[in-house]
């Protein structure tokens, strides 16, 4: 028979802090994500050679990393050479440099899917490339 009170005192509150934390990494990782990827994106379709070049390294080095390997350097790696996060920090960090990289690739992806004759009639009705 399952233990009602057992689970109501003794796994509930360990669990709801759990969600707690778990929702306050979305709420900070995945806008701040956004953003990032936003940033790297435009950076690969208009930026010159350097800055699409360096954005592009950025992606492949973060997309062809696994999260739990770029987690491991950030919270155990890091403090080997003085920088040192708490274990909160360095998820938020990873998850948004990993979600970063993931987005830019979807945005530069819509970007470079409008046609030179769609930018040309924006630009015909006054809009930039912003």
């Known amino acids: 028979m399952i233990d009602l009170i057992f689970i109501r005192d ?10 707690i934390v778990t929702i306050e990494l979305i709420v900070l990782s995945i806008p701040l994500g956004l953003i990032l990827g ?8 208009y930026g010159n050679k350097i800055i699409s070049s360096l954005c592009a390294i950025y992606t492949i ?3 062809g990393i696994p999260l739990l390997v ?11 050479i003085g920088i040192f996060f708490s274990p909160f920090v360095a ?15 979807y945005i530069r992806g819509a970007i470079q899917s409008i046609k030179s004759g769609q930018m040309m009639a924006a630009e015909a009705l006054g809009m930039n490339k912003f």
Do not use: M
């Open 10 to 19: 003794i796994l509930l509150p360990p669990l709801l802090k759990g969600v």
């Open 38 to 45: 936003i940033l790297i994106a435009v950076g690969r379709a």
């Open 61 to 63: 080095f973060f997309r």
């Open 70 to 80: 770029q987690l491991f350097i950030l919270y155990f790696g890091l403090p080997s």
């Open 91 to 105: 998820a938020t960090i990873g998850f948004i440099l990993c979600s970063g990289a993931y987005h830019s690739e």
